[in-house]
């Protein structure tokens, strides 16, 4: 048996997950959003590499892998708040982090680390493509290729798809550290209705017309912040 351990985390046979398993309802059940009762200092470590990831594209004017990193961030806000609504509506999420993961769990579905995560995903996705952002692979004679930011998607979605069947196979201290609650939901519908739209919107939207890219932002982020601010003080999410 192969056995990696550091600290109290212990990965088994190495294995994934391929769909949702309804037992991790129970896990659910004990979730506590917004608690810090697991608080640490690679919350400010982590918030400070974001930070300078960020700054560091400002300094070098290099702001559409700055809007890449917006647009992406803001999509998974979207999603995390729909599926914390759905955990609402119909008590359990389609995902969902664990208390003893974590140093900070924002909504059901996010921790503090993931979120910091995304934060950078479009940021990477967007500086991963080539040059020329017009590159099409395998074009040859009348055959015009694939778009090369539609294949950076789809390719992005598959690493984050596996990785995520990866982290519902992980556990702490005995407990799942991220869980799937629905039989009907696991690494393909993760990848098609969920990583694809994200990195679709990192390696689509910095190309935009100037007017259409900044309509984009501000309606993305005007959404995610009304939607944050009235659900949490109605305590839906």
Do not use: Q
């Amino acid at each position: 048996m192969i056995m990696f351990k550091l600290a109290n985390f212990t990965l088994e046979n190495f294995k994934f997950e391929w769909i949702g398993d309804p037992a991790n309802k129970s896990i659910v059940d004990n979730i506590v959003v917004r608690s810090n009762a697991n608080f640490n200092w690679t919350f400010i470590f982590i918030l400070a590499v974001v930070f300078c990831v960020y700054w560091d594209n400002i300094k070098k004017k290099n702001f559409r892998a700055i809007e890449a990193g917006l647009a992406l961030y803001g999509v998974h806000w979207l999603y995390e708040i729909a599926n914390a609504v759905i955990a609402k509506i119909w008590g359990y999420p389609l995902w969902a982090v664990t208390n003893n993961s974590t140093t900070f769990i924002l909504l059901i579905g996010v921790c503090w680390e993931l979120s910091m995560m995304f934060a950078l995903a479009g940021i990477i996705s967007y500086n991963m493509l080539p040059d020329d952002p017009n590159t099409r692979y395998l074009a040859k004679g009348k055959f015009k290729g694939f778009d090369c930011k539609l294949v950076g998607s789809i390719g992005m979605a598959v690493l984050f798809a596996l990785f995520e069947s990866f982290l519902a196979a992980t556990s702490m201290d005995g407990v799942k550290c991220f869980v799937w609650t629905y039989e009907w939901w696991g690494v393909f519908p993760v990848f098609i209705t969920t990583y694809v739209p994200f990195f679709l919107a990192s390696n689509y939207v910095p190309f935009m017309k100037p007017k259409a890219r900044k309509l984009f932002l501000i309606i993305e982020w005007s959404l995610v912040a009304v939607l944050l601010v009235v659900l949490i003080a109605c305590k839906v999410i």
